[in-house]
């Protein structure tokens, strides 16, 4: 993945291990987004028609299990002891994501604790272990890694609350995917969770009743998003993912300057601006 390459140019290595750890990883990510669609049954993905649409449930999974396979061969080959644990570890994180996300769809009681700790292991655990393993690479060091894995996982919640209001704000032409998918799915979000704690009894119903798949036509979803406006939670949503972003560039900070610096300085900036 670039952000795997970037850090790994930030402490100077530009040898044959980043690109082929990269790749692996990648192939993991493929693995990840190929399950996660036959399990939330999305037809779509930025625009295209997902794998399990086109070649059904079951094909869909056995390439997601093949990638999943290979990446793991190629750890082997890499021959980083550090690496494989880091990546063994982080999958593991995945997975426990992937049914703590499962045991609270439609629960509109979540709390943002639970919240938080879904899309630490769903969506940061991958940018997380990205960037670490780059430390375990010559010209890195274990306290590198730990810097490199602390940026990662603060861009990687950055990210996921930029995402979550993305599904309200923005639009399939801009970002491949309707929006309202979440919504109507009942998908508990950050924005959700702050407009249900804030709002009127009214408010509240009409967010359980939404959850539970009661309210999903257009009209609907438009009430979904003044609501989200009138309490402030798309305003503090986006300000949380601004406020990941700083702390994701202070890891940065005993790092000279360097064009691999920028390029991860930017990264920042585009996941917490992306649905503008």
Same mark, same amino acid.
């Given at each position: 993945?670039?952000?795997?390459?970037?850090?790994?140019?930030?402490?100077?290595?530009?040898?044959?291990?980043?690109?082929?750890?990269?790749?692996?990883?990648?192939?993991?990510?493929?693995?990840?987004?190929?399950?996660?669609?036959?399990?939330?049954?999305?037809?779509?993905?930025?625009?295209?028609?997902?794998?399990?649409?086109?070649?059904?449930?079951?094909?869909?999974?056995?390439?997601?299990?093949?990638?999943?396979?290979?990446?793991?061969?190629?750890?082997?080959?890499?021959?980083?002891?550090?690496?494989?644990?880091?990546?063994?570890?982080?999958?593991?994180?995945?997975?426990?994501?992937?049914?703590?996300?499962?045991?609270?769809?439609?629960?509109?009681?979540?709390?943002?604790?639970?919240?938080?700790?879904?899309?630490?292991?769903?969506?940061?655990?991958?940018?997380?272990?990205?960037?670490?393993?780059?430390?375990?690479?010559?010209?890195?060091?274990?306290?590198?890694?730990?810097?490199?894995?602390?940026?990662?996982?603060?861009?990687?919640? %950055?990210?996921? !609350?930029?995402? /979550?209001?993305?599904?309200?704000?923005? =639009?399939? @032409? +801009?970002?491949?995917?309707?929006?309202?998918?979440?919504?109507?799915?009942?998908?508990?979000?950050?924005?959700?969770?702050?407009?249900?704690?804030?709002?009127?009894?009214?408010?509240?119903?009409?967010?359980?009743?939404?959850?539970?798949?009661?309210?999903?036509?257009?009209?609907?979803?438009?009430? %979904?998003?003044? !609501?989200?406006? /009138?309490?402030?939670?798309?305003?503090? =949503?986006? @300000? +949380?993912?601004?406020?990941?972003?700083?702390?994701?560039?202070?890891?940065?900070?005993?790092?000279?300057?360097?064009?691999?610096?920028?390029?991860?300085?930017?990264?920042?900036?585009?996941?917490?601006?992306?649905?503008?």
């Amino acid at each position: 993945m670039a952000l795997l390459l970037a850090c790994a140019r930030l402490i100077g290595y530009s040898g044959p291990r980043s690109p082929s750890l990269a790749a692996a990883l990648e192939f993991i990510h493929t693995a990840t987004l190929l399950h996660d669609d036959v399990v939330d049954r999305s037809a779509l993905r930025r625009g295209q028609p997902t794998a399990n649409t086109i070649w059904g449930n079951r094909r869909a999974v056995a390439v997601g299990d093949f990638l999943l396979g290979r990446a793991f061969e190629m750890l082997v080959d890499d021959g980083s002891l550090d690496v494989v644990n880091a990546i063994s570890r982080a999958s593991m994180v995945l997975s426990a994501g992937e049914v703590s996300q499962l045991a609270s769809h439609r629960q509109i009681e979540t709390t943002e604790e639970t919240y938080f700790r879904i899309i630490s292991a769903k969506t940061a655990a991958l940018f997380e272990v990205s960037c670490q393993i780059a430390g375990y690479l010559p010209g890195g060091n274990k306290a590198t890694a730990v810097k490199f894995k602390r940026f990662g996982r603060s861009l990687g919640i %950055a990210f996921q !609350l930029t995402d /979550d209001v993305i599904d309200y704000v923005s =639009t399939s @032409a +801009r970002m491949g995917k309707d929006a309202g998918d979440d919504f109507r799915d009942g998908k508990v979000t950050l924005p959700v969770i702050i407009a249900f704690a804030r709002g009127s009894p009214a408010d509240r119903r009409f967010w359980e009743d939404a959850m539970q798949g009661n309210k999903v036509s257009d009209t609907d979803f438009a009430h %979904a998003l003044k !609501l989200l406006e /009138d309490t402030g939670a798309i305003r503090d =949503t986006l @300000a +949380r993912a601004y406020n990941h972003g700083r702390v994701a560039k202070s890891h940065l900070s005993s790092f000279g300057n360097s064009r691999a610096k920028s390029a991860l300085s930017m990264a920042v900036d585009f996941a917490v601006s992306r649905c503008f």
